[in-house]
């Protein structure tokens, strides 16, 4: 991979993650964070998470350099690459772009982690919009694969499809830019019912996301929601299925919730999360999660050495 | 288990995947098909399901006994429990109840596979309506935990809840009924916004089903989706999450799609499912979606028997 140094400007959950993921194949990270705490906490944060890859099989022989930058200028002045994640805010956003461009080689492509912004709107103002990508990883991207990438130069797309690939990244391109992207997109359109179903009183909080992990959620690590109803479809596969159950998923989509996050229903979520918390800390859930996903990661890699006909 | 015989109405995909998880707890299955041919080749649909529970260290010591029969009276005639398969149509079903009631054990349960009907339709017209509960497992049932559980008298339902526990299955009780119980609602959510993703151009449908699989998929299957949003709060947990980005999840709510299953929307998602097979009939499909289902199993027990505290 031709990129040796990243900028990574922004230092918080996603950006510690994103140094893990960088450090951890070789590369260089110049960092930087408005909050210089934050910043002088990041090598602290890593380091755990550099502990899980380890227990994926990601470690380079020669582990990337971290360096703390005073200035975003410093951060960016020999990158190849500028990974942005600073909050969801379009003009912030545009401010350290403008920064960049003063400062930054000409090649360096600048990668912004934005999962609710679009790239037209962050794109605006900049001296070239072809170098900006927006490439948003699923939290935390040290262990989730999925990269979600737009802009409109060929080549710069192309550049970071090979560059999130070098680190163990699927990355999938988006052929038009949409708000949430893809994933956020679908995860919202869930989420809407998730929180009907509460709301209607169907389930409590803690058994709709146990029906979730046990059902749909575990059959979707596995396959995606089309291929599903292609073998929902029996031999006849989507054809059938369209032709036959088609009328029917028509009017369950009429009868999906609307929910609202009135006050009432915020109170239902809160009190049901607590439920099934049941008094784990947020820092505990989060190990019991990334646990979780290194078994399943584990269990993907086990089964691709053993196949190459994966899913 | 005080259930060691079981009749089983139906001999498709999932009163198969019934019978191979039945006979692999050491209970005996009495089936029952309308079609003759569906019903001789129940034994040898149920044999490579067997080899992969056993795979998972599901085999009794002394495996069920199966034994095909000639009419659904035959079937129940000496069950514990009536579990249901037959297509979804509710004067069909009503149909069989009356048959089952007339010649089965009065205390046997009628459990019904039902994935769109509710409760309130199939028990119309029955003698004791308690009986009957609906236990909706996810496709394939062998090796999907999910069984989702209505019924109206407490006992019965307690009793339904032991039952597929004692199968090795995960099971959620639905406090007040709906249609598609929770995780059939769910996934017509989530693919209403996968078919306006394809519709709208964002990305194809190979894209979009590897965005889920990569990303929110293989996070739901290791937490539920408001954990999920809890833990996308920070150290604020959900409270936070929704002070803070409820309203721009309301604002991304109302962006979702509402497409139609129009002839052009159809033959995009034929022609795009037939892109992501790439050739792969639709056994080899079903094939590769259960050894993936296999490894995530088996990475589940391993992180459980690790752990005590799985989430």
Redesign the interface.
Known sequence: MPERDVALLGCG?IGQSWAALLLAHGINVSAWDPDGDALAALPRHVLPMLDQLRALGVAAAEPGQIRLAATVEAAVADADWVQENAP?NVALKQRLYAQVQAAAPADAVIASSTS?LTWSALATGMARPGRLVTAHP??PPHL???V?IYGTEAAVVDRAVRFYQALGR?T???????????????????????VH??A?????????????????????????????????G??G???HY?QHL?????R??A??G?P??TPEI?QQ??E??AQ??AG?S?A???Q??D???I??????Q??SAG?D???
């Open positions: 959950l969801e609710s699923f939290n989730m694969p999925l979600e699927e999938v391109v988006l052929k038009k830019e949409a708000t949430g992207h893809i994933a956020n997109r679908l995860a919202s359109a869930l989420w809407r019912e998730a179903i509460v209607a009183g169907i389930a409590d909080v803690a058994d709709v996301d146990r029906a979730l992990v046990h059902g749909p959620g575990l059959r979707w690590s596995v396959i995606g929601a089309h291929l599903a109803y292609h073998l929902g029996g031999a596969g989507i054809g369209l088609g009328p029917s998923q028509e369950r989509w009868s999906l609307q609202r996050l915020c979520l809160v049901g999360i099934e918390a784990r947020i505990t859930l989060e019991q999660r646990q979780g996903l078994a399943a990661l584990t269990a993907r086990q089964l196949d006909h994966a899913v």
